[in-house]
């Protein structure tokens, strides 16, 4: 496995290798299987869209908002920290 999902409810994954830009990659959300090819190159531990996420809309990892996104994310691409709006409860 090349990518991983800690929550099923989680709309990004976290690479734990580095991933070359239209690379098929599999990762395991729950008890299914997502398939995405990436749209760009993503580093080792950097995170990437299991969907397209809105701008506004809840960036979730462990289950969790961790923030939000400022523009529109597709799905594949690179999700670098460049959110706002981050929930510190």
């Known amino acids: ?3 991983i999902v800690i929550n099923e409810a989680d709309n990004v994954a976290t690479a734990v290798k580095q ?3 239209g690379s098929p990659v599999r990762v ?5 299987e997502e398939k995405v090819t ?12 299991l969907k397209d996420i809105a701008k506004g809309e809840a960036v979730t990892k462990y289950g ?3 923030g939000e996104a400022t ?3 597709k799905k594949a691409s690179m999700f670098t920290l460049i959110i706002c709006g981050v929930d510190a409860a």
Request: glycine share 4%.
């Open 71 to 73: 523009s529109r994310l």
């Open 64 to 66: 969790q908002p961790i």
């Open 28 to 32: 395991m959300v729950g008890s299914r």
């Open 38 to 49: 990436l749209r760009d190159d993503v580093p080792f531990l950097h995170k990437f869209a």
């Open 1 to 3: 496995m090349s990518a």
């Open 19 to 21: 991933l070359t830009s």
